[in-house]
């Protein structure tokens, strides 16, 4: 035996099914003749025989239908017997009856109807040969051993022709139908996997995506849109009860220039855009988050930025340095007092450059952070220690006060910066009294440390507090403008934020960073 023909092929679990089916018809018509046989008058030349023929018939059939092939020969070999044992049945049962057969030779077309429609090939023609060899057999033996006349023979060999017709036209059909049902399966798994593909694509998407029907129910979400909206969706219900944001107003504000919405669960600004998918109705929403924009155009930005700062620090230190050199010959000469007002003059410049340019690089450094574990009362206090040396009003001005023993998740070399500029504004704008400047460190829950620098000045006017962290923005003639704008892009950098406090009567700065006890 070929191998190929005991290993199961694709489609032949539907086959195996058919062919349970059409055992089951069989079963069906071996229990109606049975019970109708003597009420259509089948089978009255020889009760007892037709009674023991049927009784075999019906017991086949059973005994067939706890028959289950696994492979290909074993469904082909199943279906043979089938046929033979409707083929011999039949024809005996037409044997019995004689005139009186009715429409037991329909019945055997039927029967090669159905196993043309679950067999194979040539074996269609073979059950057709197989009947008409059978009921040809029936008629001569009726005219030799009954003395039938011969005038029966017309129609039965028109019946033998229709059973050649059936068989051919049941096999076409079913082929149509074979070639119809792998067409069908072929795009239903094209159908599955693009669905998957799909499916996974939405899922990985940096935008959120939610699929709603024309009356507003939830069709799909992904993963991204439940962290932005901060809800989890159910499919099948109405975005807006979960999400009101989405529901009433959604119409006008797609409507806007600029379709933003604020997302109060989430603490999010997304920026919306709808697209209708197909005629059905259905909208698919997609949300952009807008903080994730704007952290990609900063980066952009400080990308450019530090190409710019490496140019900047070439171009301005060379001659910078010439500058002060000339400067301090022209200083060493002392011959007037305004050869003096202008070496100070120089030197004062020289050196707001040379701030200029270490600022800016530091902006182009943010991306170099050392993160390391810091104790935050040992390294206050070093760090104001060295910083009382080049400001001897820190020791008067400034008061700390730290609870327990924190730590902080910080840079060291960016930490010292963003305190030694918001200590240098501070003891600026303060009052220079004992207690004056006020450095704070508390532990905010488990992971979250805030650092607070307060002064008693006279604060911020109300038109400024906006501006404050904007690159080159000062109200001191003598500062650069980049103190604050550096601090706030060094302390992102260590994936801390710092921001101004909502104070009144002082200017006060938050510094919120990764800490623990």
Known sequence: MNEAWAIPLEGETSRSVSIRYFNFYRLVIASLLGIFGAVFQ??????????????AYWIAAVGFMLITPQTRSQLNTLLMWQVALDVIVLTAIMFISGAQRGSVPYLLMTTLAGAALVGEGRMVLGFAAMATISVLAEQAARIILLGVHADDLTRTGITCLGYFAVALLARLLARRALVNEALARHRGAALQRQMRIN???????????????ESGLVRQINPRAVELLGVELVEGERVEMRVPELGADLEETLQTLSPVLRIERSGKTVRLRRVLAGEGGDQVLYLEDLDRIEAQARQLKLAALGRLTANIAHEIRNPLASVTQAAELLQDEKRTQMQQRLSRIVLDNAARIERIVHDVLEVGRRDRATMEVLDATAFVHNFLEEFAMHTPATRQCVEVEIEGQPRINFDRVHLAQILGNLLSNALRYCRQE????????????????????SDDGPGIAAEERGRIFEPFHTTDPKGTGLGLYVAQELADANGARLVLAEAKQSTEFHLIARGQA
């Open 199 to 213: 499916a996974r694509i939405i899922e990985d998407m940096q935008d959120g995506v939610v699929v709603i029907d």
């Open 434 to 453: 004992p207690g004056s400047v006020r450095l704070k460190i508390v532990l905010q829950g488990d992971e979250q440390l805030l650092l607070s620098v």
């Open 42 to 55: 089948i089978g009255e030349a020889s009760p007892a025989a037709y009674a023991l023929v049927v009784f």
